[in-house]
């Protein structure tokens, strides 16, 4: 038989890659992002109480419309915006289905879709399978900010969606208050363009105010927001997650997602819902994190890796310049056999496989885990 794949330049993931590596070598695993830690037992609970109340069945295609309103309660709580749980938000099985269920509901053969590297690997392949063409435009190096006039200049007659992500996977950076102006700015020049905002790792800023595209009326008409449960609870394996976008937008999005997964996982979803509730937690991730954070770069003092800026998400790079000029995969796997730390290249989510001699760590992590590994880290000369 021969196949013609629809993705022929696709490997293995770098996450899948460099996790396996730190299992057989037992290395910390600083690379994939997941936590290390347990939930709370509160959600623990939650989920008992799912399972004992028969929640198991297919939930609505949807989502459950109590955890919606849950979380248009908290969109109000968090942004001052009324967002209908009716038709405006859709309970997806994690953002990366939500993300795909966005570019299959609108990208068509030929479409061009403008997206930023380094970019998390998901939307690139996702753009291709629908037979779109995928424009990249690299971040300014070391801030990792957009050049909005390149923006401009690579905007056609073709072009159907731009995907931001803010705050930046994998390079932490966030967006400014001119950030917002200048991509409303786009969409009064270009109504007809979409917007695909991930925003995962809203609740991990650790500087100013968190500039979602929700809180802009301009905006919102034109986009669709991803948001992930898995993050923000610390539940990755859970792959629950939820878009948000106008009624208009949304109807077609839940075309495509109803013939994907139908509906996520009901039990999870009832758990989530009950946890909203009664719980506020979510207001405090940012302080949770950033303690991480902070912890880290206090254990990295004297270290030949010099840590970048890290504003937002549980990410932060090191330029490990001043140690080796080996590529960054080489850096990364090397750093993983002999000395038991894995982490992850940079320039892996680039187009071009720019190498600025970078390396993205996960601070999601135990504070054992995060001194053990930064006691082996500061030993590279």
Same mark, same amino acid.
């Given at each position: 038989?021969?196949?013609? !794949?629809?993705?022929?330049?696709?490997?293995?993931?770098?996450?899948?890659?460099?996790?396996?590596?730190?299992?057989?070598?037992?290395?910390?695993?600083?690379?994939?992002?997941?936590?290390?830690?347990?939930?709370?037992?509160?959600?623990?609970?939650?989920?008992?109480?799912?399972?004992?109340?028969?929640?198991?069945?297919?939930?609505?295609? +949807?989502?459950?419309?109590?955890?919606?309103?849950?979380?248009?309660?908290?969109?109000?709580?968090?942004?001052?915006?009324?967002?209908?749980?009716?038709?405006?938000?859709?309970?997806? +099985?994690?953002?990366?289905?939500?993300?795909?269920?966005?570019?299959?509901?609108?990208?068509?053969?030929?479409?061009?879709?403008?997206?930023?590297?380094?970019?998390?690997?998901?939307?690139?392949?996702?753009?291709?399978?629908?037979?779109?063409?995928?424009?990249?435009?690299?971040?300014?190096?070391?801030?990792?900010?957009?050049?909005?006039?390149?923006?401009?200049?690579?905007?056609?007659?073709?072009?159907?969606?731009?995907?931001?992500?803010?705050?930046?996977?994998?390079?932490? !950076?966030?967006?400014?208050?001119?950030?917002?102006?200048?991509?409303?700015?786009?969409?009064?020049?270009?109504?007809?363009?979409?917007?695909?905002?991930?925003?995962?790792?809203?609740?991990?800023?650790?500087?100013?105010?968190?500039?979602?595209?929700?809180?802009?009326?301009?905006?919102?008409? $034109?986009?669709?927001?991803?948001?992930?449960?898995?993050?923000?609870?610390?539940?990755?394996?859970?792959?629950?997650?939820?878009?948000? +976008?106008?009624?208009?937008?949304?109807?077609?999005?839940?075309?495509?997602?109803?013939?994907?997964?139908?509906?996520?996982?009901?039990?999870?979803?009832?758990?989530?819902?009950?946890?909203?509730?009664?719980?506020?937690?979510?207001?405090?991730?940012?302080?949770?994190?950033?303690?991480?954070?902070?912890?880290?770069?206090?254990?990295?003092?004297? !270290?030949?890796?010099?840590?970048?800026?890290?504003?937002?998400?549980?990410?932060?790079?090191?330029?490990?310049?001043?140690?080796?000029?080996?590529?960054?995969?080489?850096?990364?796997?090397?750093?993983?056999?002999?000395?038991?730390?894995?982490?992850?290249?940079?320039?892996?989510?680039?187009? $071009?496989?720019?190498?600025?001699?970078?390396?993205?760590?996960?601070?999601?992590?135990?504070?054992?885990?995060?001194?053990? +590994?930064?006691?082996?880290?500061?030993?590279?000369?």
């Amino acid at each position: 038989m021969k196949i013609k !794949s629809k993705l022929p330049e696709i490997e293995t993931s770098i996450f899948t890659v460099m996790s396996a590596l730190a299992n057989q070598e037992n290395a910390i695993n600083l690379s994939q992002g997941f936590p290390d830690f347990p939930i709370d037992i509160e959600l623990k609970k939650k989920v008992i109480e799912g399972l004992s109340a028969e929640q198991v069945q297919y939930a609505p295609m +949807a989502g459950r419309l109590d955890l919606r309103t849950e979380i248009a309660k908290k969109i109000l709580t968090q942004h001052q915006k009324t967002i209908s749980a009716v038709d405006e938000i859709t309970i997806t +099985a994690g953002a990366t289905q939500a993300i795909y269920s966005a570019i299959t509901a609108f990208i068509n053969i030929g479409d061009e879709v403008i997206l930023f590297d380094p970019a998390y690997d998901c939307y690139d392949p996702s753009i291709v399978l629908q037979g779109g063409v995928p424009i990249h435009i690299e971040l300014e190096f070391p801030s990792y900010s957009i050049n909005w006039l390149a923006v401009q200049s690579k905007i056609s007659i073709k072009t159907k969606m731009i995907i931001v992500n803010n705050p930046h996977n994998p390079t932490g !950076s966030i967006w400014g208050k001119n950030d917002i102006i200048e991509l409303e700015n786009i969409i009064k020049t270009y109504p007809n363009l979409i917007i695909l905002s991930d925003e995962v790792y809203e609740h991990m800023q650790y500087q100013n105010v968190h500039q979602s595209v929700l809180k802009s009326d301009i905006l919102y008409q $034109n986009s669709i927001v991803t948001y992930s449960f898995g993050k923000t609870f610390h539940v990755t394996g859970w792959k629950l997650g939820y878009a948000v +976008a106008s009624p208009k937008l949304t109807n077609e999005l839940r075309k495509s997602h109803q013939f994907q997964v139908f509906c996520a996982n009901n039990t999870m979803q009832y758990a989530i819902s009950e946890y909203l509730k009664t719980d506020t937690s979510w207001q405090n991730v940012h302080s949770f994190y950033q303690t991480k954070r902070d912890l880290f770069l206090k254990e990295m003092e004297g !270290s030949k890796l010099i840590p970048l800026p890290c504003n937002g998400t549980y990410f932060m790079l090191f330029d490990y310049s001043a140690i080796s000029n080996e590529s960054d995969v080489k850096f990364a796997k090397r750093l993983t056999k002999e000395f038991k730390v894995a982490t992850i290249p940079v320039s892996v989510f680039y187009e $071009n496989k720019t190498d600025h001699k970078v390396i993205r760590i996960c601070f999601a992590k135990q504070d054992d885990t995060l001194i053990k +590994a930064a006691r082996i880290l500061k030993k590279l000369i």
